[in-house]
């Protein structure tokens, strides 16, 4: 049995735990948040079973009651805010599989903070693992698994088109669903507003693709305006509102654009769906005509990783190195 | 530099030497084919450099002379055939990749030359890996890597259409375009005709699937007949004559349909694709619209084995094991 603790039990964490609890090869020994410490966990997870185990006040105060051989970590979306979280449990040899965004590929990005993380998990024999459904699976992972069928590859052009709709509604929140295009703009002025991960995913593509590491990187965020009424959903939209919000990336090499990103997470986007185009030898594209699901395929993706990470090699591992499959096994 | 010599020189051998020979990180130390010795390398191989190599009579031969790290692989379909070139080989340390079909996934098909292999993969400290595009890729690596968004996958859907007057002419006449049915049927009663590798593509979903080993597998195979005349491709066929082949395969467990793959690859197939429909939670579809091609494809996926196999733990290992990405590094 694969002993697991969760830290951070919001809804993605919950899923996650839950979904550990479920499995018949995982043992969940328990979860931590600050937040939560003292709530009954099975009540957090919805399910039952637990033995009326409740949330630990921290990670390193469930560890010492109970050892776990990994953390499932979803406390945080930047590197800035979670390093200091990782170290000792690193350190101490506790494997970490987390869904910080900017951990899904740090290096390029945060070199130092990648470099000490890696220092601390080469220390404790541990693996350090970023990953998720985006960052870490549907417009990188997945993208380099297509790419190996292709003798070359010049460019990758990747889109993502979410109808926020059906996502929960912290999410219909977060992309900005039911505002005025002002206060959108206030809020992208305030920062840290959107989708987290696409630099990540832009460099981990551009690595499988051999690129050399002097690249140009340019974003671009606003919002996505109804042009009809969105009335069915949980946050109501009328025409002129903000529906969501686009994001893109370009990612240029020598003057040369190699990887661009697309993303669309907006109440109503009429055809949701993941595309990946590659311009190489041979040209491909790909469609996942039901898009991939944003909190469901994080929770998946993770407990995919779970039986992996034993078999990595110690340090900061990125999902490059993951021969990810399901975690179910016969 | 990865040493690599390559072991029969036919259409896909020649094809994969060739990118050896190209890429920066390899060395093609030279390869070896009973039927061509002495036959100049770079004239096969369509290039120039080689400084004046010839095919060696036997990969024996081509090793005592100058080491390689890792082998390709490429002289046949069939386990029973290769098992014997291959066991030498990695009692000697040599790692091997081989494009041999039934190599792509032989524990559940020939569970005593799978064992006997790994014994002598161990033995030599070696790891032996069959891939290809299919079986290796297109009907199942990547169609697994798909799964790991899905919390439960209850069946698969695999779809491989290819338009064989795409390919080149030896692969035509292989899915027998321009035969008449009778000749056809002819064929198929001689036996050994068709793709193979169908049911090592199920066995590796199932497994990732998690499905128990008592598994029922029944295969279906007949001729795609033109309904029109086909004048355009290197063969020509006329309507009612033999455009090409279709395969089918159903997986059951415990009576139950887990896994369905269908192969039509004949000339002027209408809309050659690569499609998977995933019934899990959640269900996911995704489609190759461009497909993935074959000869090339086989090629590419080789290549970006290469330089991982030597992470590989020793031992018979498949594609589940393999994190695969593109060859070229930064």
Redesign the interface.
């Known amino acids: 049995m694969l002993r697991i603790a969760q830290m951070g039990v919001g809804p993605i964490g919950a899923a996650i735990a839950a979904?550990v609890r479920r499995h018949p090869g995982m043992t969940l020994v328990g979860a931590a948040d600050p937040a939560l410490a003292g709530r009954p966990l099975d009540e957090l997870l919805g399910v039952t079973g637990g033995g009326g185990l409740a949330v630990a006040p921290s990670i390193d105060d469930l560890l010492r009651r109970t050892p776990a051989e990994v953390v499932v970590h979803c406390a945080g979306s930047y590197l800035d805010v979670v390093a200091d979280q990782l170290s000792p449990l690193l350190r101490g040899g506790v494997s970490v599989v987390s869904t910080c965004e900017e951990l899904a590929y740090p290096v390029p990005l945060h070199p130092d903070a990648a470099r000490r993380l890696d220092e601390d998990a080469r220390a404790g024999s541990a693996v350090l693992l970023g990953t998720g459904?985006n960052p870490g699976?549907?417009m990188d992972?997945?993208v380099?698994?297509?790419?190996?069928?292709?003798?070359?590859?010049r460019a990758v052009h990747v889109t993502r088109l979410v109808d926020a709709a059906t996502r929960r509604v912290p999410f219909q929140r977060k992309v900005g669903a039911g505002l005025t295009r002002e206060a959108f703009e206030e809020r992208l002025r305030q920062g840290r507003f959107g989708h987290v991960g696409l630099p990540e995913t832009a460099h981990m593509l551009?690595?499988?693709?051999?690129?050399?590491?002097a690249r140009e990187v340019r974003t671009t965020i606003g919002p996505v305006i109804a042009e009809r009424a969105h009335e069915s959903g949980a946050i109501p939209v009328q025409p002129g509102q903000v529906a969501g919000l686009e994001q893109s990336l370009v990612l240029e090499a020598a003057g040369v654009q190699r990887v661009r990103l697309e993303m669309r997470m907006a109440v109503g986007e009429p055809e949701p769906r993941d595309a990946v185009v590659i311009d190489g030898?041979?040209?491909?594209?790909?469609?996942?005509?039901?898009g991939?699901?944003g909190d469901?395929?994080t929770?998946?993706?993770v407990?995919?990783c779970l039986p992996l990470v034993g078999?990595l090699?110690p340090g900061l591992r990125t999902m490059?190195?993951?021969?990810?499959?399901?975690p179910?096994?016969?």
């Open positions: 979904r459904v699976f549907v992972k997945l380099v698994t297509l790419m190996s069928a292709c003798d070359e590859v551009a690595d499988a693709m051999g690129l050399p590491p030898s041979p040209p491909l594209a790909m469609t996942v005509s039901t991939v699901a469901e395929g929770a998946a993706v407990l995919a078999a090699e490059l190195d993951v021969p990810i499959r399901p179910w096994r016969g």
